[in-house]
């Protein structure tokens, strides 16, 4: 993990010494994920299996790249670290929420900078009663941060860098209409028929993926994800696979693999009993 992660744990611990994890509760955010370990509540598992990890607080439409850090109280809204390559440290921190559904929002290139922003959108909103506790708990985290030299920018200098790199933007017009057609067919054969055209598209990525070229599988496969639904799940898996094996990704395979066993929507991802 980044050393932000560890820092805002140290920020948090400042706020609320008996539970950092609630220190932003006040924002209607709790600390989960992996600051789950630092807690010491994921000691509580009872059957320690890796694929049983990955998927705590795993949203439904949450790619292997994303792991949720904190969780919001409305909206499945939730922060985490977004990463390019598994071995590598994350690119950046955005959120996700039912609101733009399967949409990964940035919000800068650090966990501080993620919950700033958050903070500030948020006091745009309540109302003045409500808007004074926002005040202070973002004055604490901003002041941490500045102490500490984390930048508060939305979009820095390696983000835009980053962003020069971005071949294509997922998901095109057409395509949703034709995955919605296989998701509304009335009966299997119907389904059937109308999977026919992304079935043309697959084997059309099975001629790059022969190629090389691991971006196009890539970018079908997180858009047959993103869009949801179990018909899906078959198709994304080999074309994620295959994508991820190319680019030696192999732990993002795992995640896939992990997630689409136990693909749940709602907002209480925790692998932990409710009363843990």
Known sequence: MPSDFFDFWECCTNINKEKPEEALLKAGLTLVGPYDVLTGK?????????????CHWRYYYDPPEFMTVIAGDKDE???GYY???????????????????????????NIFAGVCSY??????????FK????????????????KNDYSLLSVTKHMKKRNKKVVAKTFHGNLKKMLQKVVDSKTEDEQMKNFDAIQEIITNVQFAFDEGDSGTGIELGLNLF????????????????????????????DILQAHLRNRRRGSQMSILDPDS
């Open 77 to 79: 809204f939730h922060i």
């Open 119 to 128: 903070l500030k959108q948020r006091m745009k909103e309540e109302n003045p």
């Open 226 to 253: 993103t869009f949801g639904g179990e018909v899906f799940h078959k198709p994304l898996l080999h074309l994620l696979s295959v994508g991820y094996d190319l680019l030696e990704r192999d732990p993002f395979i």
């Open 42 to 54: 994921l000691k509580k598992i009872k059957e320690r299996k890796v694929s049983h990890y990955v």
């Open 131 to 146: 808007k004074a506790p926002l005040q202070r708990l973002y004055k604490e985290v901003e002041s941490f941060a500045k």
């Open 83 to 109: 990463r390019d390559d598994p071995f590598h440290l994350p690119c950046f921190v955005a959120s996700m929420s039912t609101v733009k559904q399967g949409q990964i929002i940035p919000l800068g290139e």
